[in-house]
């Protein structure tokens, strides 16, 4: 019973949605790579596993993430061959909603409800009116005894209920400057920095996802061949 369910398959993440991105982030970096060895073969199975993990945070994160390099690649190269651009415009929605169709046959009675995503934001802000400097402190587990609620799923409402104004400011500085020296150091994969962060907008402490900090340290290399593989 335990093999047949979705548990066997994000344990080790302790969340399904850290799964989700976690594969997610390793479609992306196929994309990117655009080589047609890793999208006939390592694509379409990494996929599966995601769609299999029935969690809507990696999907939706990538398939937004995927329309705006879309968007952005297309608008840059319009005027060199519009009508293949302009082809790729109109298929980005479609793209969207082919995505958002896949993982809502995997998760047919709750894909539109929030989780209890929502209401925990409005809570929190509740809870902030009498700890704004430093909030209630950090811990999942510790969070959810003292108040009796789930933890937000958002990193920055997170860090702001439970390390105040002062704490979420760090952290905006932390991620800022990460985000500057990707770019720097790897520019062309700092969507997937983009993804992750984007994920981390609906799911409970990223930096609790055993692998955030091991892609941040990658990317900030100015050594790509761990992305790129060694035929690069």
Same mark, same amino acid.
């Given at each position: 019973?335990f093999f047949s369910s979705r548990l066997a398959i994000g344990y080790?993440?302790?969340?399904?949605?850290?799964?989700?991105?976690?594969?997610?982030?390793?479609?992306?970096?196929?994309?990117?790579?655009?080589?047609?060895?890793?999208?006939?073969?390592?694509?379409?199975?990494?996929?599966?596993?995601c769609i299999i993990t029935s969690a809507r945070t990696g999907i939706?994160?990538?398939?937004?993430?995927?329309?705006?390099?879309?968007?952005?690649?297309?608008?840059?190269?319009?005027?060199?061959?519009?009508?293949?651009?302009?082809?790729? @415009?109109? *298929?980005?929605?479609? =793209? &969207? $909603?082919?995505?958002? #169709? /896949?993982?809502?046959? !995997?998760?047919?009675?709750?894909?539109?409800?929030?989780?209890?995503?929502?209401?925990?934001?409005?809570?929190?802000?509740?809870?902030?009116?009498?700890?704004?400097?430093?909030?209630?402190?950090?811990?999942?587990?510790?969070?959810?005894?003292?108040?009796?609620?789930?933890?937000?799923?958002?990193?920055?409402?997170?860090?702001?209920?439970?390390?105040?104004?002062?704490?979420?400011?760090?952290?905006?500085?932390?991620?800022?400057?990460?985000?500057?020296?990707?770019?720097?150091?790897?520019?062309?994969? @700092?969507? *997937?920095?983009?993804? =992750? &962060? $984007?994920?981390?907008? #609906? /799911?409970?402490?990223? !930096?609790?996802?055993?692998?955030?900090?091991?892609?941040?340290?990658?990317?900030?290399?100015?050594?790509?061949?761990?992305?790129?593989?060694?035929?690069?």
């Amino acid at each position: 019973m335990f093999f047949s369910s979705r548990l066997a398959i994000g344990y080790l993440f302790s969340d399904f949605s850290f799964l989700s991105i976690y594969l997610a982030s390793g479609l992306l970096i196929i994309i990117l790579t655009n080589k047609r060895y890793y999208l006939h073969y390592y694509f379409p199975v990494i996929f599966i596993a995601c769609i299999i993990t029935s969690a809507r945070t990696g999907i939706v994160a990538l398939a937004i993430i995927y329309v705006v390099i879309l968007i952005i690649k297309s608008l840059k190269h319009l005027t060199s061959n519009p009508l293949k651009y302009f082809f790729s @415009l109109l *298929i980005t929605p479609a =793209i &969207l $909603l082919f995505l958002l #169709f /896949i993982i809502k046959q !995997f998760r047919p009675n709750d894909f539109n409800l929030s989780s209890g995503r929502f209401e925990s934001y409005i809570s929190s802000f509740h809870l902030l009116k009498e700890n704004w400097a430093l909030g209630l402190g950090l811990g999942v587990g510790s969070y959810s005894i003292n108040t009796g609620q789930v933890i937000p799923h958002n990193i920055f409402i997170q860090f702001l209920v439970q390390t105040g104004v002062l704490g979420v400011t760090f952290l905006i500085i932390i991620l800022s400057l990460i985000t500057i020296n990707i770019y720097q150091s790897n520019r062309r994969y @700092l969507w *997937i920095w983009f993804l =992750i &962060l $984007l994920g981390a907008q #609906f /799911i409970p402490d990223i !930096f609790h996802s055993r692998f955030i900090i091991v892609v941040a340290i990658i990317l900030l290399s100015n050594n790509t061949s761990t992305i790129k593989g060694k035929d690069d």
